[in-house]
């Protein structure tokens, strides 16, 4: 499996070496600069709810963790989603299954790869955009590093969840259904579960 792992990293870095310079520079500013804004943003909203000085704490507290059940239930559905297409895709439907299964490769190797891969594409970005979050609500409300360190892992083990969930459901699917007939709609269903969330989001954050 490691073998496969080492090739996958080397088709990454060919892919990254065959990118201009100025479009490499360009797609860099852009994601940091979201960053920073996605920072500034939560920045903004922990610091004006951890000084507010009419509320209790109690309340706080409770303002704190609605908010944090919306962003972390967002996450979740955007996460499984994403976990669920990309397995049928990448299990089912991608160019390279074939060629893997006509190698030496035992089927277990292959199996555990694919994971692998399922669950870095699917929890990376994520993960990386929702560091300016968790850095902003530990300045605030768990300013240690431990503390920093207890949110990270919490964070990182409930989208572990929502990929396995998508994963699992993805093996399913074959059970009942053709993959190529399936996928255009899951992928609807997928438009109309997201359309969904953010009617709810707006719901509730309006109540």
């Known amino acids: ?25 360009f797609f860099i500013f852009l994601g940091f600069g979201f960053l920073f804004l996605l920072g500034y943003f939560f920045w903004r909203i922990f610091r004006y709810l951890y000084f507010l000085e009419d509320f209790p704490y109690d309340l706080k507290i409770f303002l704190l963790l609605k908010l944090l059940s919306l962003i972390f239930m967002a996450v979740f559905v955007l996460v499984l989603i994403s976990a669920l297409l990309l397995a049928l895709e990448i299990f089912f439907i991608s160019r390279d299954v074939h060629l893997l299964l006509a190698t030496p490769f035992k089927l277990k190797k292959i199996f555990s790869f694919k994971i ?92």
């Not at 080397?10 to 100025?22: E, G, P, T, Y």
């Not at 605030?140 to 990270?152: D, E, K, R, T, V």
């Not at 190529?180 to 509730?204: E, H, T």
């Open 1 to 25: 499996m490691w073998l496969l792992i080492r090739t996958k990293i080397k088709i990454l870095a060919n892919s990254v070496r065959q990118l201009k310079v100025k479009k490499s520079l």
């Open 116 to 207: 692998i891969d399922v669950f870095l594409h699917a929890i990376a970005v994520p993960l990386f955009f929702s560091f300016p979050m968790l850095f902003a609500l530990a300045l605030y409300f768990a300013p240690s590093f431990i503390g920093l360190l207890q949110i990270f892992f919490i964070f990182f083990v409930f989208i572990f969840c929502a990929a396995l969930i998508g994963i699992s459901l993805a093996m399913l699917i074959p059970l009942f259904a053709s993959i190529r007939r399936v996928q255009p709609y899951i992928s609807l269903l997928s438009v109309a579960l997201l359309s969904l969330l953010v009617i709810f989001l707006r719901l509730s954050l309006c109540w």
